[in-house]
């Protein structure tokens, strides 16, 4: 199994601020795949990166894949209440059927 | 569109008794995906499915775990008998492809509670 370690676990900031969150793995995965998990529902996927060294932007959010295609990292800036919940780091591979997911980091953005 | 449909949303049962979760995929996709998520542990995957056929169950934490899937369109996952450490949030996911780098789409999950 390929892990995935996603910090911080836990993080609370006001609105406004701005956060990173990162996805760290000693494998090596085709794609890493961002999902957001609202309380009550299913997580729901953000972004898919494919390409090492490749930035995604999806309005306040900003997705990296390293170049090495073992880590990412999510930024937001200038979060708001909307931009909480579990986000989740998953790793696809080109060889896999599956995809191995991170434990998550739970955001917590008040007003 | 309907999205992955499960049921019920919400089970609470003794121990011992038997548990069946159901999970209905978004059609025409093919592969269909059980998860487990507690806090412990996060999001495990149980079992995966590709064009009904059961690929991957090394997931599955023992005997007590079956899942099916007889059609496109239907899945079950049952725990018999069920124990207090099953309790746990569990998702059927289903998937266009079987490419490990294409999206997944989430049921909302049911909410297990054995006592």
């Known amino acids: 199994t390929q892990l995935l370690e996603q910090s911080p676990q836990f993080l609370s900031i006001q609105e406004g601020e701005n956060l990173t969150v990162y996805c760290n793995s000693s494998?090596?995965?085709?794609?890493l795949q961002w999902y957001r998990q609202e309380p009550g529902e299913g997580p729901v996927l953000l972004v898919t990166v494919v390409t090492g060294g490749e930035v995604k932007k999806l309005k306040r959010l900003t997705f990296q894949f390293g170049d090495a295609r073992k880590d990412s990292s999510l930024h937001i800036t200038a979060a708001q209440p909307g931009d909480t919940g579990l986000y989740l780091c998953?790793?696809?591979?080109?060889?896999?059927?599956?995809?191995?997911f991170g434990k998550g980091t739970s955001l917590l953005v008040t007003p | 569109d309907a999205g992955v449909i499960q049921s019920p949303r919400h089970e609470v049962t003794e121990m011992g008794q038997e548990v069946t979760l159901r999970c209905k995929p978004i059609s025409g996709h093919n592969s269909l995906f059980w998860y487990r998520q507690t806090m412990m542990r996060g999001l495990e995957l149980l079992i995966y499915?590709?064009?009904?056929?059961?690929?991957?169950d090394s997931g599955m934490p023992e005997d007590r775990f079956s899942a099916k899937m007889p059609n496109a369109s239907f899945s079950t996952l049952k725990i018999q008998p069920s124990e207090p450490r099953d309790s746990a949030v569990y998702f059927c996911?289903?998937?266009?492809?079987?490419?490990?780098?294409?999206?997944?789409?989430f049921g909302p999950g049911t909410r297990l509670t054995v006592l």
């Open positions: 494998s090596v995965f085709s794609s």
């Open positions: 998953a790793g696809g591979s080109n060889s896999g059927y599956a995809l191995n």
């Open positions: 996911a289903s998937r266009l492809g079987a490419s490990g780098n294409n999206e997944q789409f």
């Open positions: 499915f590709n064009n009904n056929v059961p690929i991957d």
